[in-house]
């Protein structure tokens, strides 16, 4: 079974930077799509940014041109660059495989104001 294992969250003002990390085990991710996906307080689980298998990327309208998504294939890691952060990104964040049914367990981030 895929297992994923998300890094990088914390705490941080509005403005500033985080990068996530996604560490992936028993699958490539250069030959997979890789997401990041957040769920807000009381929120349901949305989807943030996806890097597709040849590396056609979707991002959620809310984070276009504030966040990049990439993969690195010598870590065999998906990331997540997160700049100007709102009070709004506030949420776990969590990476997934699509079609793996396999989800990392979070990494929590929070924008203060």
């Known amino acids: 079974q895929v297992q994923l294992v998300e890094s990088g969250g914390g705490l941080v003002q509005a403005g500033g930077s985080l990068r996530l990390s996604c560490a992936a085990s028993?699958?490539?991710?250069?030959?997979?799509?890789a997401g990041w996906y957040r769920q807000a307080p009381g929120g349901q689980r949305e989807a943030v940014a996806i890097?597709?298998?040849?590396?056609?990327?979707q991002y959620a309208d809310a984070v276009k041109g504030r966040f990049t998504i990439s993969r690195d294939s010598s870590e065999n890691t998906v990331d997540l660059q997160m700049n100007s952060l709102k009070p709004e990104d506030t949420a776990v964040y969590y990476c997934?495989?699509?079609?793996?049914?396999?989800w990392g367990k979070g990494t929590r981030v929070t924008v203060s104001s």
């Open positions: 890097v597709y298998r040849y590396g056609s990327i």
């Open positions: 997934t495989v699509p079609g793996t049914g396999s």
């Open positions: 028993r699958i490539t991710l250069m030959l997979s799509a």
